[in-house]
């Protein structure tokens, strides 16, 4: 069953054309891990998806991106429920100056939730699905400000969770954390496909050889090629694939 | 500046000197000021002086009244010009493209903060009180300050929203919030203190006026009960204290209540508004 299904996309910031012709597909319950240089249009992707890319005026696309069957860019499309449907984890940890408690029940509270206990106990589980409840169950009430990087990054994830989304995406989740931290998250990505539908963009061609079923490649906008990770690492049918994982640029 | 005749650590040394210089200057500025009027006006000041009816125009009793009518104007002014000052802020942060309209509008901020507050007392007089018709008050004398403490406001505002870091703004849109949502929960709790900052400048300056109220307020001892009766602020009672020669000490000890009111003002804003950082980034 495909999850996210991507047509003739095309993007524009202002009058930069920056992806060009994407055709994408992610099957439910994967995890696809979007590789290439910087600039070769992978975040602008991931945030075509839940509609980032609307906060920025110049942005303008055409073509179709469908989540189950559903136009993500149809007028009559709600982006608060979208949203909520399709969770982001970001570059850098961003966890708002709030206690650790708040920071989860966020997403709640804003889509209406007002029953306490149920708050509690989804706080309590998206703590415990995201692999940092026995860190943090002492001192829910602290600021997550003074969490590690590692941790803030994993706070961050529960917050998404919180949600019950059906999508995570996550833009380079591990850049800004040391490679401990890292482990942790990419083991944690390993848990949460059982769950999740999970589109990651990383630079690190070892953590998407380790964390992904499908891979695509991205260069200058376009996508060069798309496959099952293995197939992609191991024998890769395009020439500037290979070129890309084995070092030769970006 | 280019010292060549002499070497890098000895005009390193100058300019440290120079520096150490003025940070010195100024706060025994700040300290002479304070110790005169508070050598001056302390002996003054008793039970009876704060909180007694004004006798003969001042010249013996208290200041009471005097006393609830700078807190009244105050109050009131900053009640209404917080969320003008704060809005428009926010208007310019989050809503307003940046161009044309809000160079205009910050342009306008930096004139009317400039505008001589002399020049606000005769707006207020001839607008507030007779145009309006709202008399000489307490309400009329708040207008004017209000008006007064919208640019300082606006523009501490401005610069706390702005600074609050986007990647916070991202997150809360990525959960599904929406604009309102996220600038109510996340980026005005994020940029309070700038905010409170904001406001008590506009707060400390709307008690210390003297001239943008005198033609508004009324000059009435009295002790004003509703915010359509006159009154006579701190500032006011030591002008004309001093200058119609009532009370030289009494003015003094005027000063020195206001001066202490708005030192207790801002050290405990500035001791809440920390605390609230500090919890907020767990330190």
């Not at chain 1, 994408?24 to 991931?46: D, M, Q």
């Not at chain 1, 509609?51 to 860019?73: H, Q």
């Not at chain 1, 998407?208 to 992609?232: C, H, K, M, P, W």
């Amino acid at each position: 069953m495909e999850k996210i299904t991507v047509e003739h996309l095309n993007t524009y910031f202002g009058d930069a054309h920056i992806l060009k012709d994407i055709n994408f597909k992610v099957a439910e319950n994967t995890v696809t891990a979007l590789i290439g240089p910087s600039g070769c249009g992978k975040s602008t992707f991931l945030r075509s998806i839940n509609r980032m890319n609307d906060l920025i005026p110049a942005f303008k696309c055409d073509g179709t991106l469908l989540l189950d069957d559903e136009d993500v860019y149809a007028p009559e499309m709600d982006v608060v429920d979208l949203r909520r449907k399709v969770g982001m984890v970001f570059q850098k940890p961003n966890p708002f100056p709030k206690s650790i408690f708040e920071n989860v029940a966020y997403g709640l509270r804003i889509h209406g939730e007002e029953d306490e206990d149920f708050i509690k106990q989804r706080v309590e589980e998206s703590l415990k699905s995201a692999a940092i409840w026995d860190e943090v169950k002492d001192k829910l009430d602290k600021s997550a400000m003074g969490l590690s990087g590692g941790q803030q990054q994993r706070l961050c994830i529960a917050r998404t969770i919180a949600n019950n989304p059906e999508v995570i995406l996550m833009d380079e989740p591990c850049s800004a954390l040391d490679p401990i931290s890292t482990l942790k998250i990419e083991d944690l990505i390993h848990e949460l496909k059982k769950g999740y539908t999970i589109i990651i963009v990383t630079h690190n061609m070892q953590q998407a050889s380790r964390v992904s079923d499908y891979t695509s490649f991205f260069l200058n906008g376009e996508i060069i090629e798309s496959g099952r990770t293995e197939q992609i690492f191991v024998s890769p049918k395009e020439q500037k694939t290979e070129e890309y994982i084995t070092g030769r640029f970006g | 500046m280019n010292f060549n005749f002499i070497s890098a650590k000895i005009s390193q040394k100058i300019m440290n000197s120079i520096f150490l210089l003025s940070g010195i200057i100024t706060l025994t500025i700040l300290v002479i000021i304070l110790a005169y009027i508070l050598i001056k006006g302390l002996p003054v000041i008793n039970l009876e002086f704060i909180f007694g009816q004004v006798e003969n125009q001042g010249a013996s009793g208290g200041i009471f009244p005097i006393i609830v009518s700078s807190l009244y104007v105050t109050l009131l002014s900053v009640l209404i010009s917080t969320p003008l000052g704060v809005g428009a802020a926010i208007y310019m942060v989050e809503y307003a493209n940046d161009g044309k309209l809000t160079r205009i509008i910050r342009f306008g901020a930096e004139i009317l903060a400039s505008i001589p507050s002399i020049v606000y007392g005769l707006f207020g007089l001839s607008f507030f009180v007779i145009f309006l018709n709202l008399g000489w008050s307490i309400f009329s004398a708040s207008l004017v300050l209000a008006i007064m403490g919208i640019p300082t406001i606006f523009q501490v505002s401005e610069v706390s929203i702005r600074s609050v870091p986007s990647i916070y703004v991202e997150g809360s849109y990525g959960l599904g919030a929406t604009k309102w949502q996220t600038i109510y929960k996340v980026v005005l709790p994020a940029a309070l203190s700038g905010i409170v900052t904001g406001i008590i400048l506009g707060m400390t300056r709307a008690i210390s006026e003297a001239a943008a109220v005198m033609y508004a307020v009324g000059s009435s001892i009295t002790m004003p009960i509703s915010i359509l009766d006159p009154g006579r602020p701190l500032p006011l009672h030591l002008y004309i204290l001093a200058t119609e020669g009532i009370s030289l000490p009494n003015a003094f000890g005027t000063a020195a209540v206001l001066v202490i009111i708005v030192l207790i003002i801002t050290f405990l804003t500035n001791y809440f508004t920390e605390r609230y950082q500090n919890k907020m980034m767990g330190k």
